[in-house]
């Protein structure tokens, strides 16, 4: 049977988020908290390879004490546990000090049930790095699989999987030993309205909550502010660009006038010297 462990973050909608005009930063107040999109996806094809081949599906996030109700977004799509690290050390981490911390919780969990697969989605939406993943994957040295769209295979008796990695020009297919991680895209599934009885379970779960104290061999300055060393110097809103040129009359007509700009910026048309 297999075990596969989902890694989450709770994030702000961006669809509805604001800005603070004066500190340009965003407002997490205005702004309701959501399981990450592409988390979604991650925990789906979790629970999909988990009714496939057999086995558990565990997730794992850090966050402040809310960060629960991802995990019980999680458990109605079909996850069977779920596991929130929380504690105020944990404040203010980068990319670096989140795979940090999200790696011991998966090592005190892999004691207890070894891991035979990790599943990241592929960024988290409030931030974008996609980097999160493929740190957990080297603090653990397994190998990550990034962009994967496609699962074709799972073999736990021959220790290997093998998927689709989405490319700019198409995909390549893949074969990784196991444990490996895998990064995936929000198109390697769709997510499908969660069964009632999974909707119960949820609203009565109760997650195993840990604290730093409750995980084992941490460095204290890697996590939080202290082991994080990226410095975001300034933060602000882009410029909207300006409005564009619209061309009025019959085809031939709006041609003219494209021309003419065209025509007018010489240096399109231009070439350096001995080229």
């Known amino acids: 049977m297999l075990h596969i ?24 107040r205005t702004a309701p908290a959501i399981l990450n999109p592409y988390d979604t996806h991650a925990v789906e094809e979790a629970v999909r390879l988990k009714e496939r081949y057999g086995g558990i599906v565990s997730v794992v996030t850090m966050g402040p004490p809310p ?18 690290i929380t504690d105020r050390r944990f404040a203010g981490a980068d990319t670096l000090a989140t795979s940090y911390a999200v790696t011991k919780a998966i090592e005190k969990i892999a004691k207890a049930k070894p891991i035979d697969l990790i599943i990241c989605g592929k960024m988290s939406i409030d931030g974008d790095t996609g980097q999160v993943g493929p740190g957990i994957a080297r603090r653990i040295d397994i190998p990550p699989l990034t962009s994967v769209n496609k699962v074709v295979e799972i073999n736990q008796e021959e220790g290997y999987a093998i998927v689709h990695r989405k490319l700019e020009d198409g995909y390549e297919v893949v074969r990784s030993t196991l444990p490996c991680l895998f990064s995936v895209e929000k198109t390697i599934n769709e997510v499908p309205y969660s069964p009632l009885p999974n909707m119960i379970k949820a609203a009565r779960y109760k997650p195993i909550i840990w604290s730093v104290d409750d995980l084992e061999g941490v460095d204290i300055k890697q996590l939080g502010l202290k082991g994080s060393p990226t410095i975001v110097s300034k933060v ?23 021309l003419s700009i065209l025509l007018g910026k010489k240096e399109l048309f231009e070439t350096k010297e001995g080229v």
Not at 5 to 28: E, G, H, L, S, Y
Not at 67 to 84: F, Q, R, S, W
Not at 236 to 258: H, R, S
């Open 5 to 28: 462990v989902a890694c989450i973050k709770q994030v702000p909608d961006t669809k509805i988020i604001k800005m603070n005009p004066k500190t340009n930063t965003m407002d997490r």
């Open 236 to 258: 602000w809103a882009p410029q909207k660009p300006a409005g564009g040129t619209f061309f009025e009359g019959n085809p031939a007509a709006q041609v003219d006038q494209l």
């Open 67 to 84: 960060a629960v109700n991802a995990i019980k977004t999680c458990i109605e799509i079909g996850a069977d546990e779920g596991y929130l």
